[in-house]
């Protein structure tokens, strides 16, 4: 590596990264303000005690991650649908696919509200009570998460080596045997990104859910866009420190594992060119 | 809490002697009296636990930051009712009287308590979206001062009760001044360019302008609203930012030197930034922040019994201590730190309100035209602007060009790869 590389790659992430450490600094800062004035964790304390934000957290994890495993489930069946289909089928249902990316979140965010609302209607006059709430949260974030599953996954499958599949039928599998025992493990790096990629945009969805949140919960954006005549309050910030250091921790774990599942298949193959299983 | 044993039993029956023989409006004195011994608030025990072991459950709709909860050694309120009352409470939060209402109008949710300010209250009772208040179930309004009653947006005091008030000020940096601000003409000084702050909502900032030109607050005159938008239009080279929560940041760390904004946060930002001063113009806006029950709410008894604590003279107190904004409840600012409830500023005299103008809901068409204009000032001199999007537009037809003469060529390669001679 030249030093201008890496220089600029030290640029790059400095520009990347420096917002996010004022913010953790901040986090421990003394008083309410941009001026650091000393060392304090009381504000972390604060937040563990603190129900209104706790709540929120709980509200945006849990949507979050809800929403993110239906969504991968949907999504990669739906890929696999795609990959079967004719060319001009799988052209229209795919710009379908991309409307939910490209549409601007407020007319996503407004419609959802008036397809609630309208349920809820309907509902009321057969009888029955539908709140906003944690169902239309999760049905919202399940709709503009699927389009980033199946980005992710169909080019994983246009990689995968349909003979694979084939050999596995012809030892006796039957397709969904073979789905499990072949497609899902040549698949699964990019189903875990999808699945990743869903979750970050869950959590940091903010129009949609303002849109769609109910009277009981709300996600912690609206909590803190709602603060904003008054003012964010340092917890927020101790909060964000948080939450960086989990996700930090879990791309971290996410790459260890692939490191290893990749040695290991490495090892696999010299093992089977080495001469078979030993005894 | 011995005592409290002893009076439960006289204070059932006191309550039920109240209910049989139908007093008109006889609140509870019995109550709300702060305990000698442990210094801790008592409350009406027969009152507040009516609806024990119900399970209820109510949507509280608040701004946000805009209640105490618990921190700096303040009461948790919504905890604390909890606990009293049996009764659960949802805690959900706006950020603008508009947000809320056009919340409250989608149909999406049903609340139980609201917060909208003066002139959302009056819009709100117009529409028939609040019901009227049944005051016999909150009797803690008999500390409600008499000036805060039967309000301007509220005349018959049927629907609301009030909250917060407070007034809009300008706040600027007396050490970077260098001299006492006067007057509300500074915001538009050009000395102080690049360092002035201004509201970012279309209200606040055209009621300056307003109060600048003498106009009243609530003009519907197309002309003098033209006028009131020409001046903020003079003022937007010299603003630094349109913000609202961000002039506590950039007021306590010396990058804005004037700014106005509610008096309350004023004494928030002066604790992290000492140098700050403080103006109050005669004819400045003022703000009444109301409770109020949808005409939706399911549980209006128990939405009643939530606005008669958050008048219990120590939970009110509390509240107006976390949020610095003044409270109408006499009782509270008897509470009060004396330098709080003792504060010119926070609880002037009254002769010094008179010339105070307060928000009334404007007619829709107003409202929109307010709108318009102030768009039209945010989207002033963006000098970007005229060359972006032509620019933007050649580029694009260029690169559509280039690709098809691209793929053109090449078909004509496959086609025909022989009659190019190279």
Request: hydrophobic share 45%; charged share 20%; glycine share 6%.
């Amino acid at each position: 590596m030249k030093w201008y590389s890496k220089t600029y790659i030290g640029v790059f992430l400095a520009f990347l990264y420096l917002p996010i450490m004022v913010l953790i600094v901040f986090s421990f800062n003394d008083t309410k303000g941009r001026t650091f004035t000393g060392f304090t964790t009381k504000w972390f304390v604060q937040l563990f005690h603190n129900a209104a934000v706790m709540d929120a957290l709980m509200t945006t994890l849990v949507v979050a991650l809800v929403s993110s495993v239906i969504a991968t489930v949907m999504g990669t069946a739906a890929a696999i649908g795609l990959e079967k289909m004719d060319a001009k089928l799988k052209g229209a249902v795919m710009n379908l696919t991309y409307i939910p990316i490209i549409n601007p979140e407020i007319i996503t965010g407004v419609s959802f509200m008036l397809l609630f609302v309208t349920a809820k209607k309907w509902l009321a006059t057969v009888g029955i009570n539908f709140q906003f709430g944690w169902a239309t949260l999760i049905l919202a974030h399940i709709t503009f998460n699927i389009p980033y599953i199946i980005l992710n996954v169909l080019p994983k499958l246009r990689q995968l080596d349909q003979s694979l599949v084939e050999a596995a039928m012809d030892l006796g599998c039957n397709p969904i045997q073979a789905f499990f025992k072949v497609t899902i493990h040549e698949i699964r790096s990019g189903v875990v990104a999808g699945f990743l990629m869903a979750v970050t945009f869950s959590l940091d969805d903010f129009v949609v859910s303002y849109f769609t949140t109910g009277a009981k919960h709300q996600t912690l954006s609206v909590m803190i866009y709602a603060m904003t005549k008054k003012r964010v309050s340092p917890e927020i910030n101790a909060l964000s420190t948080l939450i960086f250091i989990a996700v930090l921790a879990i791309l971290v774990l996410v790459n260890l594992l692939e490191r290893r599942n990749e040695k290991k298949l490495k090892q696999g193959m010299l093992k089977w060119k080495g001469g078979g299983v030993k005894e | 809490m011995m005592i409290m044993k002893h009076i439960k039993p006289f204070l059932a029956l006191a309550w039920a002697g109240l209910l049989l023989l139908t007093l008109l409006a006889a609140p509870l004195t019995v109550a709300a009296d702060t305990d000698v011994d442990s210094g801790q608030p008592t409350y009406d025990r027969g009152y507040y636990s009516r609806f024990k072991g119900k399970e209820l459950e109510i949507n509280v709709y608040n701004w946000g930051e805009y209640l105490s909860i618990g921190e700096d050694g303040l009461m948790d309120i919504n905890g604390e009712f909890e606990k009293l009352t049996g009764i659960k409470v949802n805690y959900s939060n706006f950020e603008t009287n508009e947000g809320m209402y056009a919340k409250m109008k989608s149909g999406a949710n049903a609340y139980d308590v609201i917060f909208p300010s003066d002139y959302m209250v009056s819009r709100l009772i117009q529409e028939k979206m609040v019901q009227p208040l049944d005051f016999d179930n909150i009797p803690n309004f008999k500390y409600i001062g008499e000036e805060f009653r039967n309000p301007e947006y509220d005349p018959d005091n049927l629907y609301s009760v009030p909250y917060m008030w407070g007034r809009v000020c300008l706040i600027y940096n007396e050490k970077l001044v260098g001299h006492k601000i006067e007057s509300i003409d500074e915001l538009w000084n050009p000395e102080y360019s690049g360092k002035i702050l201004m509201f970012k909502n279309s209200r606040d900032a055209f009621a300056l302008a307003l109060e600048k030109l003498g106009y009243s607050l609530n003009t519907e005159n197309v002309k003098e609203l033209e006028q009131a938008a020409q001046l903020l239009k003079e003022q937007k080279p010299l603003i630094q930012a349109y913000v609202m929560d961000q002039i506590f940041d950039k007021m306590q760390a010396n990058e804005a030197i004037i700014a106005p904004y509610y008096i309350g946060d004023y004494y928030i930002m002066k604790e992290v930034n000492p140098d700050l001063s403080v103006y109050i113009p005669e004819n400045t806006n003022i703000y009444y922040d109301a409770v109020c029950i949808p005409s939706d709410s399911r549980h209006k008894e128990a939405a009643e019994m939530y606005i008669n604590f958050l008048n219990e003279p120590q939970a009110a107190a509390d509240n107006a201590e976390y949020i610095m904004y003044s409270s109408p409840n006499t009782a509270a600012v008897a509470l009060l730190d004396p330098e709080i409830s003792g504060d010119k500023n926070l609880y002037p005299p009254v002769e010094e309100l008179v010339n105070t103008q307060a928000f009334i809901n404007l007619s829709e068409d107003t409202n929109l035209y307010i709108d318009r204009l102030w768009t039209d000032v945010l989207s002033q001199d963006e000098g970007y602007l005229d060359w972006v999007m032509p620019a933007f537009v050649v580029f694009s037809v260029a690169v559509l060009l280039i690709n098809s003469i691209r793929k053109r060529r090449k078909r004509e390669l496959n086609n025909g790869g022989l009659k190019n001679d190279r």
